[in-house]
């Protein structure tokens, strides 16, 4: 099993949709997870951390559900500027310091 | 600048020749990462530092490949006899603070071609 995985995608929705997406993860030690944000041709960016509880940002809302390995994010009212690729982060095995990454689900929003 | 500074930004180079990738971090960061991404793919781990201690290299895919970070700052990645299949954007990035990771800042990149 990979360490992160991740439906690859793409998602093609229409503006104002809601969207989600979804990981999982194989270290159960793993103690940090993010999402990040790639856009096309440039490097990845924090989208936002994700804590047990959950966690909201304004449109955008990450789950955790530590006891099936399992990550998500939610995109409310889909803008045009949301298409990029997002990119499911742990912290990996054996080392608890690095950071491992999915191969992104990609999404693309049309008018 | 303040961000994560990668050099050289394109290099094409001879297979069999030796290639070294430069990354300087945001001053401070104490960690430091390298990945290597193919297209339409995310971000490979290869190795990290914190510090100048190399803490993990089992993403490295071979012992052609090495890196190094003498002085907690500037960190080199080098690969030696490079192959076609070495071709890729090499990534660099750097966060704040070591255990628990934080939010990583990551460079430009460098994309390699081997030919």
New interface residues.
Partial sequence: RKEVE?DPGPFNVPEGATVAFNCTYSNSAS??F?WYRQDCRK????LM?VYSSGNEDGRFTAQLNRASQYISLLIRDSKLSDSA?Y?CVV??K???????????TKLSVKP | GAGVSQSPRYKVTKRGQDVALRCDPISGHV?L?W?RQALG?????LT?F?YEAQ??K?GLPNDRFSAERPEGSISTLTIQRTEQRDSAMY?C?SSRR????T??F????TRLTVV
């Fill in positions: 991740q103690q940090s993010f490097e990845p960016k924090l951390s690729t990119l912290n990996g054996g080392s608890q310091g690095n950071l491992i990454f999915g191969k992104g | 960690s990462y990945y793919q995310g971000p490979e781990f990290y914190n803490q993990d089992s990534r990035a070591t255990g628990s990771p939010e990583a990551f460079g430009q990149g």
